[in-house]
Every structure is written in structure tokens, then in C-alpha cells.
């Protein structure tokens, strides 16, 4: 498993603390819910984020999911960015050497690591039609993302 102290101190969110906390951002309005994704999304390209940060900007992504009004690409790119930065930050090494003579297993296991830990991520926060689209049609997965990234940043220009 990953030895990453961000994704230890997400997996340490109980699971009633994770779905209490996606309950209480579906009841906001969707003024409320937009101050908060501003608030988690406003951060400099170089902000290192902490576990409680990842952790808010996925409960805000799930609690997305269940707006019509915002287009369903947006919605997902929002979530797989959520997961993607997680995985981003979790998927070293662990400390062990790579096998000079074998790049490709290592290649394979950490394609294999970063698999399991966004669909980790996505089951953790409910986004099971998220998981089941990562682990069935990855590609059409990244094109709702990227036509999701898009329509975020016609928004917000």
C-alpha cells in the first residue's frame, strides 16, 4: 500500500466523518456551495495541500454531483481533478529502488498504484459512477474531464 502521509491522514477520516461531511455540503444552497469551491480551489500553483484541504475539495466535488445546473463534464472534471491531485502527491516510491534491469515493472506497478488509489479516492467519496467510468472507459473519462476543464475556464475568465 502507499506509505504517503497525506493519503494515511485521508484514510484516517472515518467514513461517518467523510459522509457526514458530503450530507452537510449537499444542503447548502448552490451560492454556499460555490463559495466553497472558490474557497478550496483558490490556491497558487505552488500550494502544497494538506489532507484536510483534499478532504474538503472532495466533499465540495461530490456535493457537486447531484447540481443539474452544473454541467455534468464540470462535475467531473472537479471530481477527477480532487482524486488526481491526491494521487499526485501519493504515488512515490516509498523509499524501495526502482530495478535497473526491469523499468517497465516498475512503470507497471506504479500505473497499478495510481489505478487502485483513484478508485480508492472515488469510492471513499461516494463517486461510484466516477469509479466504474475510471475503471471501464478511462478515455471517456478524460474527455468529460477535459471538456469539464474547459467549460471551468470559459467560466471563470
Same mark, same amino acid.
Request: glycine share 6%; charged share 30%; proline share 4%.
Given at each position: 500500500m502507499?506509505?504517503?502521509?497525506?493519503?494515511?491522514?485521508?484514510? @484516517?477520516?472515518?467514513?461517518?466523518?467523510?459522509?457526514s /461531511?458530503? @450530507? &452537510?455540503? &449537499?444542503?447548502?444552497?448552490?451560492?454556499?456551495?460555490?463559495?466553497?469551491?472558490?474557497c478550496?480551489? /483558490?490556491?497558487?500553483a505552488?500550494?502544497?495541500?494538506? @489532507?484536510?484541504?483534499h478532504?474538503?475539495?472532495?466533499?465540495v466535488?461530490?456535493?457537486?454531483?447531484?447540481?443539474?445546473?452544473?454541467?455534468? &463534464?464540470?462535475?467531473?472534471?472537479i471530481?477527477?481533478? =480532487?482524486?488526481?491531485?491526491?494521487?499526485?502527491?501519493?504515488?512515490? /516510491?516509498?523509499? #524501495?529502488q526502482s530495478?535497473p /534491469?526491469?523499468?517497465e515493472? !516498475?512503470?507497471?506497478?506504479? !500505473? #497499478?498504484?495510481? =489505478? @487502485?488509489?483513484?478508485?480508492?479516492?472515488?469510492?471513499?467519496?461516494?463517486?461510484? !459512477?466516477?469509479? $466504474?467510468?475510471? !475503471?471501464?472507459? #478511462?478515455a &471517456?473519462?478524460? $474527455?468529460? $474531464?477535459?471538456?469539464?476543464? $474547459?467549460?471551468?475556464?470559459?467560466?471563470?475568465?
Amino acid at each position: 500500500m502507499i506509505s504517503s502521509p497525506i493519503l494515511k491522514s485521508l484514510l @484516517a477520516i472515518p467514513q461517518c466523518w467523510v459522509d457526514s /461531511d458530503i @450530507a &452537510e455540503a &449537499e444542503k447548502l444552497s448552490g451560492h454556499g456551495l460555490r463559495e466553497r469551491l472558490t474557497c478550496v480551489c /483558490d490556491k497558487p500553483a505552488t500550494h502544497v495541500w494538506t @489532507a484536510q484541504e483534499h478532504h474538503e475539495f472532495m466533499v465540495v466535488a461530490k456535493a457537486c454531483q447531484l447540481r443539474p445546473k452544473v454541467p455534468y &463534464e464540470f462535475r467531473v472534471y472537479i471530481a477527477a481533478l =480532487g482524486a488526481e491531485r491526491i494521487v499526485s502527491g501519493t504515488t512515490g /516510491d516509498g523509499g #524501495r529502488q526502482s530495478s535497473p /534491469d526491469c523499468p517497465e515493472n !516498475e512503470i507497471k506497478r506504479h !500505473e #497499478r498504484l495510481m =489505478g @487502485a488509489t483513484m478508485l480508492n479516492v472515488f469510492r471513499r467519496y461516494r463517486l461510484d !459512477e466516477l469509479a $466504474r467510468l475510471y !475503471e471501464t472507459n #478511462r478515455a &471517456e473519462l478524460e $474527455r468529460l $474531464r477535459d471538456e469539464g476543464r $474547459r467549460i471551468g475556464e470559459r467560466v471563470s475568465t
